[in-house]
T-cell receptor
Framework: AQKITQTQPGMFVQEKEAVTLDCTYDTSDQSYGLFWYKQPSSGEMIFLIYQGSYDEQNATEGRYSLNFQKARKSANLVISASQLGDSAMYFCAMREGRPGGYNKLIFGAGTRLAVHP | DGGITQSPKYLFRKEGQNVTLSCEQNLNHDAMYWYRQDPGQGLRLIYYSQIVNDFQKGDIAEGYSVSREKKESFPLTVTSAQKNPTAFYLC???????????FGQGTRLTVV
């Protein structure tokens, strides 16, 4: 069965430093997608970055990069040059990509990131 | 502007009453999802649908029901059988397996 694990309930980082948020996943499918979302205190879900299971390069979007290690089934999010506005909950998510199949989109428990000045 | 709309933003319900949460999208997405989020917790999948007139139970479907009569709409009914319905409910839609899901602003349901 699909499963997403985020082992860090909370993380602290100094402004302008880099931080890594951990995510491991479990799936028996060869085709799947991995996502990271940010949820500020307002509750909205903001899409950050996507990595496909067949993508050979690690995904990058501005200050966000995804450290994809397929053999270890990990998809860690790296935020470079942290800003105060990065303080939020961060969720890792996975969707299997079976063509024509029922593809659940499931989320991990989240990591609360606090950026200190 | 394209997007996904949930209404209402806040909802109060008396114990024993059914209540329906609305979710509408104009993104022409096939897949739609409902999630429940409790304070400080992650998102748990209630129901999802990949095509009109078809939907599947997620991990916590008991006490909930959905319909998908139109591509644009995926309403969620919280029934009286749901023992602890107070939570934040999020609806999402996506175009396909390899694309991100877009979320609505959420509905905060409180049982009084």
């Amino acid at each position: 069965a699909q499963k997403i694990t985020q082992t860090q309930p909370g993380m602290f980082v100094q402004e302008k430093e880099a931080v890594t948020l951990d995510c491991t996943y479990d799936t028996s499918d060869q085709s799947y997608g991995l996502f990271w979302y940010k949820q500020p205190s307002s509750g909205e879900m903001i899409f950050l970055i996507y990595q496909g299971s067949y993508d050979e390069q690690n995904a990058t979007e501005g200050r966000y990069s995804l450290n994809f290690q397929k053999a270890r089934k990990s998809a860690n999010l790296v935020i470079s040059a942290s800003q105060l506005g990065d303080s939020a909950m961060y969720f890792c998510a996975m969707r299997e990509g079976r063509p024509g199949g029922y593809n659940k989109l499931i989320f991990g428990a989240g990591t609360r990131l606090a950026v200190h000045p | 502007d394209g997007g996904i709309t949930q209404s209402p933003k806040y909802l109060f319900r008396k114990e024993g009453q059914n209540v329906t949460l609305s979710c509408e999208q104009n993104l022409n997405h096939d897949a739609m999802y409902w999630y429940r989020q409790d304070p400080g917790q992650g998102l748990r999948l209630i129901y999802y649908s990949q095509i009109v007139n078809d939907f599947q139970k997620g991990d916590i479907a008991e006490g909930y029901s959905v319909s998908r009569e139109k591509k644009e709409s995926f309403p969620l009914t919280v029934t009286s059988a749901q023992k602890n319905p107070t939570a934040f409910y999020l609806c999402a839609s996506s175009e396909g397996a390899g694309t991100e899901a877009f979320f609505g602003q959420g509905t905060r349901l409180t049982v009084v």
